[in-house]
């Protein structure tokens, strides 16, 4: 119940493209869910975050939906770019926890 | 990296030595947390601690140990290495409490011969 799954593994996208990227989750007491960008040799970067009481939030290119009754959120970069090739990882969190839960990463190469 | 350093940010060791990884913030923030993070497994909770002196385990906790004898430094030690605890470790702190908004550091890379 604690699991955020994550998918793809890996995606391959044009330059200009959509990226979508799924987390599902099963503990329905989550109420943060962040994601997070990782670029090679760095820490995770928190990119955007929403909670349970919105079902969009968008930031410049980036846009997470949520989807309560079906417990899954995703992440849509817009106009992907090259310079977006990287690992994203959701994350959930809840009221009371001790952290965030990750889910396993998904890595983003977009080709110009 | 949030005002957040790691240090070594590398650092081969053999097995059955000690290692301690230091983590520094200068914000001052109560909570600070230590992950690993591996292949295939994303980002693993290890310990954390929520002021001086004040710490608990998290997931993935056996074989290491944390202390926090100032608000700004947080230690993991692994009382000895083993191959398992090669990984990348990082360091994070969370500005608001838990379990929101946490912030990383640069991480260490540390292999295990």
């Known amino acids: 119940q604690q699991q955020v799954k994550q998918s793809p593994q890996s995606l391959i996208v044009q330059k200009g493209g959509i990226s979508i990227i799924n987390c599902a989750y099963e503990n329905t007491a989550f109420d943060y869910f962040p994601w997070y960008q990782q670029f090679p040799g760095k820490g995770p970067a928190l990119l955007i975050a929403?909670?349970?009481?919105?079902s969009e939030k968008k930031e410049g290119r980036f846009t997470i939906s949520f989807n309560k009754s079906a417990k899954q959120f995703s992440l849509h970069i817009m106009d992907s770019q090259p310079g977006d090739s990287a690992t994203y990882f959701c994350a959930a969190s809840m009221e009371g926890g001790t952290a965030l839960i990750f889910g396993k990463g998904t890595t983003l190469s977009v080709s110009s | 990296d949030a005002g957040i350093t790691q240090s070594p940010r590398h650092k081969v060791t053999e097995t059955g030595t000690p290692v301690t990884l230091r983590c520094h913030q200068t914000?001052?923030?109560?909570?600070m947390y230590w992950y690993r993070q591996d292949p295939g497994h994303g980002l693993r909770l290890i310990h954390y601690s929520y002021g001086v002196k004040d710490t608990d385990k998290g997931e993935v906790s056996d074989g290491y140990s944390v202390s926090r004898s100032k608000t700004e430094d947080f230690l993991l030690t692994l009382e000895s290495a083993t191959s398992s605890q090669t990984s990348v470790y990082f360091c994070a702190i969370s500005p608001l409490g838990p379990p929101y908004e946490q912030y990383f550091g640069p991480g260490t890379r540390l292999t295990v011969t």
């Open positions: 929403i909670r349970p009481d919105v």
């Open positions: 914000e001052n923030h109560r909570y």
